[in-house]
């Protein structure tokens, strides 16, 4: 995501109110606050291998549970 500086100088007559509105305006006018919701839940997907490793692992777990299941040694539910 590129950062995008937003400044915002207080003129001399000018309140602090009207300087946060100001900001606030330009804020929303940038779509920064859309964007960052948008990718609030996006992570990043797993690589192909660290997906292949997890379902051997898988694999792997629920071929000796079934192993433990037939010699008793596992109860089942």
């Given at each position: 995501m590129a950062k995008t500086?937003?400044?915002v100088r207080k003129?001399?007559?000018?309140n602090n109110a009207s300087v946060l509105r100001r900001f606030s305006r330009r804020i929303q006018e940038s779509?920064?606050?859309?964007?960052?919701?948008?990718a609030r839940y996006n992570g990043r997907?797993?690589?192909?291998?660290?997906?292949?490793?997890?379902?051997?692992?898988?694999?792997?777990?629920?071929?000796?549970?079934?192993?433990?299941?037939?010699l008793g040694k596992m109860l089942t539910k």
């Open positions: 500086v937003i400044e003129n001399p007559n000018e779509g920064i606050i859309r964007k960052v919701k948008g997907s797993e690589s192909k291998l660290k997906v292949k490793k997890s379902a051997l692992k898988r694999m792997a777990r629920r071929k000796e549970i079934e192993k433990l299941k037939k």
